[in-house]
């Protein structure tokens, strides 16, 4: 099944920094636009960032508006999500994919854990 894998995540202090990375072997996202995506326990599954294909324009959630800078390198065929000033509320089990439609199977996720 073709799928994305999400990288970089971890365990932080808060006010600390992690920067995800998303990559998709065999699929070629560079004519989509993507979203990153986060998962709190117990929680939905809500969209915190997102960039065109050409990379020129972001969307961001209130909750990161400020901190967090989504980014992409289509020749790498890479998506990445800049994450500052992390706050416990940020921990979640971080995934990317196109956006607004999802057209490919979710990855696994990598998690974040932000402690006080």
């Known amino acids: 099944q073709m799928q994305l894998a999400e990288t970089g995540g971890g365990l932080v202090q808060a006010g600390g920094s992690l920067r995800l990375s998303c990559a998709g072997p065999g699929f070629d996202f560079t004519n989509w636009q993507m979203g990153w995506f986060r998962q709190a326990p117990g929680k939905e599954r809500i969209i915190v960032a997102s960039?065109?294909?050409?990379?020129?324009?972001?969307y961001y959630a209130d909750s990161v508006k400020g901190r967090f800078t989504v980014s992409r390198d289509n020749g790498k065929r890479v998506v990445y999500l800049q994450m500052n000033s992390l706050k416990p509320e940020d921990a979640a089990v971080y995934y990317c994919?196109?956006?607004?439609?999802?057209?490919?199977?979710w990855g696994q996720g990598t998690p974040v854990a932000v402690y006080a």
């Open positions: 994919n196109t956006y607004p439609s999802i057209v490919i199977n």
């Open positions: 960039i065109t294909s050409n990379g020129r324009d972001t």
